[in-house]
T-cell receptor
Framework: EAGVTQFPSHSVIEKGQTVTLRCDPI?????LYWYRRVMGKEIKFLLHFVKESKQDESGMPNNRFLAERTGGTYSTLKVQPAELEDSGVYFC??????????????FGPGTRLLVL | AQSVTQLDSQVPVFEEAPVELRCNYS??????LFWYVQYPNQGLQLLLK??????LVESINGFEAEFNKSQTSFHLRKPSVHISDTAEYFCAVRRYNFNKFYFGSGTKLNVKP
């Protein structure tokens, strides 16, 4: 079974440009999460989808970030316009959605974003 | 609010030596506790978790962690490390009834021959 995949693995852009990150969760997983790790600090929660609906977006830093999950399958996270402080590693995770609160979240390898 | 502290950013250790990676958390409510590991160029993988019951939990590759409620700690230990254990380890908590994780800043374990 394929795990969580993320594309691209690396992205280098200039300040002011737009970048779109993609996450493909494990097939059949209703829950999809985005996290971000900045400058070797802690990994921070950004938002949580249940199917195509945003369940919790309390971690989104500002309105330059837009996340979508059309059809409840893959998700995209767009940063527009990108700022220097957006640099970091963006992780995606998915879980089955069986309403068990302790169920495992499976993480992707992350997208390393560098804004110059 | 929840927070997780991993005091050691890097832990160098020789092969076959014991190791302890420290994790302390603060929370005003009950939480679930987790350790994730990230090997080079891979995603985070669940190492072990504490949900309830026995305070000592073990992983399949010899790691163990003990939940200490009075000290709000969940330290990760292994009695004898291997080169292949070289990775970054993340401690995390989740509140009951919430899905999102709160992670620590990670500890890089570097096992030397």
């Amino acid at each position: 079974e394929a795990g969580v995949t993320q594309f691209p693995s690396h992205s280098v852009i200039e300040k002011g440009q737009t970048v779109t990150l993609r996450c493909d969760p494990i097939s059949g997983h209703d829950n999809l999460y985005w996290y971000r790790r900045v400058m070797g600090k802690e990994i921070k929660f950004l938002l949580h989808f249940v199917k195509e609906s945003k369940q919790d977006e309390s971690g989104m830093p500002n309105n330059r970030f837009l996340a979508e999950r059309t059809g409840g399958t893959y998700s995209t996270l767009k940063v527009q316009p990108a700022e220097l402080e957006d640099s970091g590693v963006y992780f995606c995770a998915s879980s089955q959605g069986t309403a068990r609160q302790w169920e495992t979240q499976y993480f992707g390898p992350g997208t390393r974003l560098l804004v110059l | 609010a929840q927070s997780v502290t991993q005091l050691d950013s890097q832990v160098p250790v020789f092969e076959e030596a014991p190791v302890e990676l420290r994790c302390n958390y603060s929370s005003s409510v009950s939480v679930y506790l987790f350790w994730y590991v990230q090997y080079p160029n891979q995603g985070l993988q669940l190492l072990l978790k504490y949900l309830s019951g026995s305070t000592l939990v073990e992983s399949i590759n010899g790691f163990e962690a003990e939940f200490n409620k009075s000290q709000t700690s969940f330290h990760l230990r292994k009695p004898s490390v291997h080169i292949s254990d070289t990775a970054e380890y993340f401690c995390a908590v989740r509140r009951y009834n919430f899905n999102k994780f709160y992670f620590g800043s990670g500890t890089k374990l570097n096992v030397k021959p």
